[in-house]
């Protein structure tokens, strides 16, 4: 395994690599896991089915053997899965990871962000749609308290995992308002509020077009009470466009997959808590990684069947969405983890 980056038909080196570690969540947010789907009878996978820590690991330094330096973990929510921190601490000790993260709801990030920080975690993305909780609960469908959550970004600041990101998926005729509320909210904070535009992600959220606030409509509702100015990316595929406000005092991102899609740029893969792999996140095939990982396939076969995976890939959803697309099934949001 010498060779450290593999690119893609597009030319795009694999360098991020999001892991789902349980298809499972205590929220059932409209947008991603609407309760008619999700409901009672549903069913979750089953703990074997579920990669265990060490194959989680063993793949993670196959996956940095072709270049990936960023780490994410997602879900579902993460958090719910038992001793997650145990996890990353053995992801933290793989010295080419230099950023592992996490993306979560922060329902048990205040009692877990200390010990996740002492795990060796980089840095934390909480989603909050809302600041008011008529409006979140509403999303959230489980009646969770937007208090808790600030709780739990505030805790994750004590412990030095901030700043933190914070992920608003802004759906028409549901939650334009919460767009300054989170903007007034968080402004001066040193926490970054991304706007994302609502995306067709699988197949049960019901997605119209009709139904997105445009990046520049979210841009203009800001402008006109915050001025704001762009500022360039941090790094090439970075996924959110960066604001800062004009007085100094933070800055946005909005994530535009509907109306400026960043394909070009994508360096993300994406693996199910049962180990597919998948090459975007709109994909409707995984490649079984588990199955390799179970039979006694040696790691170099692994990084070569990876390379041949990633070799092949040409994914660009976002810039092909169309009505031919629609139709197309797609991998749901709530089991590769967005
Ligand atoms: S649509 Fe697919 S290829 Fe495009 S940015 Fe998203 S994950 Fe990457």
Redesign the pocket.
Known sequence: MTERGVSDKLGRPLRDLRISVTDRCNFRCTYCMPKEVFGHEYQFMERAELLTFEEIERLSRIFVSHGVGKVRLTGGEPLIRRDVDRLVEMLARIPEISDLAITTNASLLASKAQRLKEAGLRRVTVSLDALDDETFSAINDVGFPVARVLEGIEEAAQVGLGPVKINCVVKRGVNEHAVLDLAHHFRGTGHIVRFIEYMDVGTSNGWRLDDVVPAREIVTKIQAEMPIEPVGKNYTGE?AERYRYADGSGEIGIIA?VTQ???QA?T?ARLSADGKLF?????SIGHDLRALLRNGTSDEEIHDEIGRIWGRRD?????IRSSQTESLPRVEMSYIGG
């Open positions: 996924v997959s899609p960043f394909c994508c993300r090459t975007c996140l709109f994909a994914d660009r959803y976002s810039e």
